[in-house]
Each structure stands twice: as C-alpha cells, then as structure tokens.
C-alpha cells in the first residue's frame, strides 16, 4: 500500500517538476555582466553629493571627507532571440529616495528593442540622445555639472539607419528626472530630442537637440531647450579625444545648469559649457585620461545668495583631472585619479569660488 501511494506521488510531482525546469529555461540567448567596483576617495574640502564628486560646498580644511564605497557595483542581463527582438535591463546600487542619502538598488537600463530593416524602435530606459560622450573619469557621476551632459530616461524612441556612416534617431521622453513630485510630467507631454550620427574614418561627430516644458501645479512654465555636439577624433594611433560643447537653458534633466534648478515664467536658466578629454594608450597595461570640463550658467535670472549652500546659485562649475589606469592580470583594472573641483557661487557681497581637491582609487573587475 505504502509502495503505491509512494508510486502515484511520484507521478504527480513529475509533471510539476518537468514544468517548472522548462520555465526555468529561456528560449532567447541571455548574457549576464557586469563589474564589482571598490572606490576609496578623499576630499580636502567639502563636496556635495557624498559617493559623486558634483560640486565644492566648503573650501574649510576642516570639512575634507574620506570614504570608502561598493556601490558602484553593476550587473546587468543582455537578452536577444537572435535576430529582430532584444533586450536590456541593468542595475547598479547607487540608488537614493530624492532629498535622502539611502543606498538602494538603481535602475540604469530596462528597455526592448524591435529592428526591421533599417528601422529599430527602442522602448524602455535608456540613454538620452546627448552625445554618448564621457570624460574617462572613474567617478560615477562622469563630471555631471561640469560640462558632461548625460543621463537615462524612460523613453520611446525610433533610429534609423541610413548607412554605415549616418544615423538619425528621434525620441519621445518622460519630461523630467525628478521622481517625487510634477514638475515636467504635469506639462501633459512628452520631451522631444532628435540626434544625427556621422562617422567620418573612425572620427564620430554626434548632433542632438531637446525641447520640452517643465510645469509647476501654480501653472508656471518652464521652457526645456538644448542643442548639444559631440566629438569623438583620433588624434594618432594611441590617442584620442572627445568631447562635447552645448548650449541651452533649463537643463537640469541632463546634469547641466551647474546644478541649479529649472526656471520658470518670464524667467530662464540659460547655461552653456561643454569638456574636452584626451585618452592616452600607448602599447601596455597603461592608460590614461586628462579631462577639463565647465558649465557656465548666465548669472543674471539667479538670486544671490548669503552663503554658499546646496540651495544657493552657482555661476559656474568646472573640473580639471587626470587619471592613470593599470590592467592587472588582465582582469581587474586599479585607477588612481586625481582632479581638482572649483565652483563660484553668487552671493550678496559678490561672486566667490571655492575649490577642492579629489582623490580617488578605484578597483574594478569586469565580468
């Protein structure tokens, strides 16, 4: 008796079993990466931003910061069924509830793409259509608010490629970064951005432009405008450089601005900058990066202020750093960077700029 009751459980759990190992197994090819990464920094004065490096808050000696963070750490899985559908989604923990310092899991990337043809559309977070360009530092906020422009966005976007050598993509985007509150999404409609992609050699000259509205629940509007150009030129064979230059005003959705928020009404913060960068690899484990970049707001539409502080009005920002970079059993890559912060503030007795030093050693293991 007891052997047969054994024998018809057994056959019951079979088909529960083959099922849950076939749903286990994914038809589409998965690619799983990603790179654990360990940062060590020290600030001679005080910056804003904790784990980033954004801007100087205090040239006090007594207000330098060391710290040691993982956060950085990302994984992420490429899905494709080999030919017109795929998929991305991506995550690092550098998450933060907005006006908090909680450290949670991020969402970089989570988008599908559908090519026909020449045709592929793009639904999900990615990229903004700026220049995909970068300073080669080892920060992760890549010299936001000092003239790199960047960040991720849920988007629907559509690319079409007109040859090996150009491209043209068109996006409808969530109209602002900001998670908590209305501004951008009450405008009841999206943020438009348009980019043209021409390779030259191996030279990449990229072009794009936003506009879009940001609205306060008090109706005030505020105009999104951006026309951003990035280069990508090699110099000679082991050097590189790249880099952005951009105009615009309200920019606070792609890190420019120097920070500060967006404007609203007959008001407009207007701001232009851009950074330069120069990727040095000769034959070897070394590498290297020198990097000068600035974001200029018009100081006119900013109110001054009593002292610098995270709320007061800065008149420009900028970063200039070098890095060296050593691959190491030709795996982990160690960086040490060192940079130097200097950002001016509009105060009532008139403009004052502070300065910082950055130092920070990076250990990272792609995989």
């Not at 043209?196 to 005030?220: F, I, S």
Request: hydrophobic share 40%; with cysteine; net charge neutral.
């Amino acid at each position: 008796m007891r052997k047969s009751v054994l024998i018809l459980t057994l056959a019951a759990l079979c088909p529960l079993t083959a099922a849950a190992q076939e749903s286990a197994t994914s038809k589409y090819k998965v690619n799983f990466y990603g790179h654990i990464k360990t940062d060590v920094s020290y600030d001679t004065h005080g910056m804003y931003g904790d784990d980033y490096a954004s801007y100087v808050l205090s040239d006090k000696d007594a207000e330098q910061d060391f710290r040691i963070s993982a956060r950085g750490t990302r994984f992420g899985f490429d899905v494709s069924d080999g030919d017109k559908v795929a998929a991305k989604i991506e995550a690092d923990f550098l998450g933060a509830t907005d006006g908090a310092s909680i450290s949670d899991l991020r969402l970089r990337h989570a988008y599908l793409t559908l090519k026909a043809d020449k045709v592929e559309i793009l639904a999900g977070q990615a990229w903004h259509l700026t220049p995909l360009e970068f300073s080669g530092t080892n920060n992760e906020f890549a010299m936001g608010y000092s003239g790199v422009l960047w960040m991720r966005a849920p988007q629907l976007r559509a690319t079409y490629k007109h040859s090996d050598k150009l491209t043209f993509a068109a996006a409808a985007v969530r109209p602002t970064r900001k998670l908590i509150d209305a501004e951008g999404t009450a405008s009841g409609a999206p943020q438009a951005q348009a980019q043209a992609q021409l390779k030259l050699g191996k030279a990449k000259l990229t072009l794009m432009g936003a506009y879009g509205v940001w609205k306060k629940t008090t109706h005030e509007k505020g105009e999104v405008k951006l026309v951003d150009f990035g280069f990508n030129v090699p110099l000679m064979d082991g050097l590189v450089m790249n880099g952005q230059v951009w105009t615009g005003q309200n920019l606070y959705d792609f890190l420019g601005g120097a920070g500060n928020l967006n404007q609203y009404g007959t008001s407009s913060l207007k701001a232009s900058g851009g950074f330069v960068n120069f990727n040095i690899k000769p034959a070897g484990r070394f590498s290297y990066n020198l990097a000068y970049g600035i974001d200029n707001p018009v100081d006119t539409e900013l109110a001054a202020a009593a002292a610098p502080a995270t709320t007061a009005a800065r008149t420009r920002s900028a970063t200039a750093l070098a890095n060296v970079n050593w691959l190491c059993y030709d795996k982990v890559t160690v960086t040490f960077e060192a940079s130097k912060h200097m950002t001016e503030y509009k105060l009532t007795g008139g403009n004052d700029e502070l300065d910082n030093l950055h130092y920070q050693l990076s250990m990272k293991f792609p995989f």
